[in-house]
């Protein structure tokens, strides 16, 4: 009876790691593939049936730097470093200031901010257009800052106002009553014990802006465009230089690659919109 | 009070400026006959809504937008529970699965729809135009209009079942273990606790992943848009690609505006039921 049991359990185990293994294939096998067409040349790419072994090549990603894709890259970089401050600076007042003073209206801007959230992108565009537009900002990284903050900045404060929600309140009382101003308080009490919630918020606050294509896409023709706008223009070219969209497209990869290697279980939380903690 | 408002109110008014402002001239917008290029602003009404909703742009749209919200949904709300409930298990190398498992999810869309392009590309992808010939399946996946809608709901369940899978895990992990003991000393196998204790507690999460996802995948833009640009004709044109299209290609600002409302009243309603049923 052991012993039948026990070889059960061992067939079970057996198609337990054959479905997980069908899967992992499915999620890795675009990566690799991408990752081995990039080290290809444009000639390599286009034989079938596909080499698996071949001679690498650097040619692809050397065109970035030698085909002024760089800029593109740059601006990425740019528009995300000015988001996180700016949603930060914003974001962390306002975050604590609805944790601490509770009213019905607040209860209210809370939800309302997440609404924003639950509207297409190409609706939500379509109003800052309109005024960047006529501001006459068309094409500028400020244009595609403002529009990226309008969904970061709300994300922040809600994924915020959770987390102060439910820190102690005690110190920050006594705090008060020794005098200490409310901004004494949020600075020197509060935002210490929560850098690692700042840091995560930082963290998705980049990532939506480095993978955010509609905005920028509107927004921008040539000077201010990012790098998915980029792997989107190139995919959409009639010439297709394969190697050249793979290794871009692997360089879009890599930041968030490197900071989910870091900071894995605050990703979590804020890709589900902090449903889950 | 008085002191903390001097503090808190900057801030608060400006971010709830920021966000009630595109709110607000969206609505604007949408009741106004509002092309680009053209002088006049007319208030139209509810004029905008009534040609949305009647053209068959909409209408032929509305019915790819369900075919692919209910395919994606469903296929990411099974295999993330399937792996969930699987990895949950005390099995070997469980922690590198699920990482690995929550990968696409911080890929760029962008890169993931233009991934399953290139795959699928009928002249030099390795799937399409290699594996799937070598089958004896010569059709272009991206020039057959069932075909096209089948891949970019593969490339959207490849993206996005990290969302359900997360959640889900999440879900999993809060049910405490006294409870599995206690159906043990009963008797129970496994499938009778899967029916019984995990389904039944897993419930709120499974909706939690439903909301968010079928959001989700609502207002998906870019993997479409790369992969095939609503085509071939409009067999993959979703509802956020017919929006793009009348936004800024025939630059009806107007009546693109009212198209996000109406996205967004089905959204609000939609989530509404699921959360009631959730209690």
Redesign the interface.
């Known amino acids: 009876m052991g012993a039948s049991k026990s070889t059960r359990h061992h067939y079970s185990r057996l198609i337990l790691y054959a479905i997980l293994g069908v899967y992992l294939v499915f999620v890795l096998f675009p990566i690799t593939w991408l990752v081995l067409s990039s080290l290809k040349t444009h000639y390599q790419t286009l034989i079938i049936p596909p080499q698996l072994v071949f001679q690498p090549t650097m040619e692809a990603y050397e065109k970035i730097f030698t085909g002024g894709m760089l800029k593109a890259f740059a601006n990425s970089l740019k528009i995300a470093g000015i988001d996180i401050v700016l949603a930060l600076f914003f974001g962390i007042p306002a975050a604590y200031s609805l944790a601490r003073f509770k009213s019905k209206l607040n209860e209210n801007i809370g939800f309302w901010f997440l609404s924003i959230r639950m509207a297409p992108a190409f609706g939500v565009i379509v109003p800052i257009y309109i005024v960047i537009r006529s501001l006459k900002l068309l094409d500028s990284i400020f244009a595609v800052n403002l529009a990226h903050l309008l969904i970061n900045l709300p994300f922040a404060i809600w994924l915020l106002k959770g987390y102060f929600e439910e820190m102690p309140i005690a110190i920050e009382e006594s705090a008060l009553i020794d005098g200490a101003t409310r901004l004494q308080v949020l600075l020197r009490i509060v935002l210490p014990p929560s850098m690692p919630m700042v840091i995560s918020v930082a963290i998705l606050t980049f990532m939506f802006s480095w993978n955010e294509f509609l905005f920028v896409f509107v927004l921008t023709s040539s000077e201010g465009a990012t790098v998915p706008v980029l792997v989107a223009s190139l995919a959409g070219t009639m010439t297709f230089d394969w190697p050249l969209m793979c290794a871009v497209s692997i360089g879009a990869m890599v930041p968030a690659f490197i900071f989910v290697l870091i900071v894995q279980r605050f990703i979590v939380r804020g890709l589900t919109l902090g449903a889950i903690k | 009070m008085k002191?903390?408002n001097k503090?808190?109110?900057p801030?608060?008014i400006?971010?709830?400026a920021?966000?009630?402002?595109?709110?607000a001239?969206?609505l604007y917008?949408s009741l106004h006959r509002?092309v680009l290029f053209s002088r006049e602003v007319n208030f139209v009404w509810l004029g905008n809504f009534y040609s949305i909703i009647t053209s068959s742009d909409f209408l032929e749209s509305l019915r790819v937008t369900a075919i692919f919200i209910f395919s994606s949904t469903l296929l990411t709300l099974l295999?993330g529970l399937?792996?969930a409930l699987?990895?949950n298990?005390k099995?070997r190398g469980r922690g590198l699965?699920r990482?690995?498992?929550?990968?696409?999810?911080?890929?760029?869309?962008?890169?993931?729809?233009?991934?399953?392009?290139?795959?699928l590309n009928r002249?030099?992808g390795?799937i399409g135009?290699?594996i799937l010939p070598?089958l004896g399946f010569e059709k272009s996946i991206h020039g057959d209009p069932l075909l096209a809608l089948i891949s970019v709901i593969i490339a959207d369940v490849?993206c996005r079942m990290?969302?359900t899978f997360?959640?889900l895990m999440?879900g999993l992990q809060a049910i405490p273990d006294v409870l599995y003991e206690a159906a043990k000393i009963d008797g129970a196998n496994y499938w009778k606790m899967l029916q019984n204790v995990t389904l039944p507690l897993l419930k709120p999460a499974i909706i939690?992943a439903l909301i968010?996802r079928f959001?989700d995948a609502?207002?998906l833009?870019?993997t479409i848009?790369?992969m095939t640009?609503g085509g071939p004709g409009t067999a993959t044109e979703t509802?956020?690609l017919l929006?793009?299209k009348i936004?800024?290609q025939y630059f009806n600002?107007g009546q693109?505006?009212s198209?996000?409302?109406i996205?967004?009243l089905i959204?609000?309603i939609i989530?509404q039921v699921l959360i009631r049923r959730m209690r």
């Open positions: 002191e903390e503090l808190l109110m801030s608060l400006l971010c709830a920021i966000v009630a402002f595109p709110t001239f969206l917008v509002w295999f399937a792996l699987i990895l298990e099995l699965f990482v690995i498992f929550t990968l696409p999810a911080i890929i760029p869309p962008v890169v993931a729809g233009f991934a399953w392009k290139f795959l002249e030099v390795v135009g290699f070598a490849w990290p969302l997360i959640i999440a939690i968010i959001i609502f207002n833009f870019e848009f790369v640009r509802l956020p929006g793009w936004g800024f600002l693109a505006a198209l996000a409302v996205m967004l959204t609000v989530s």
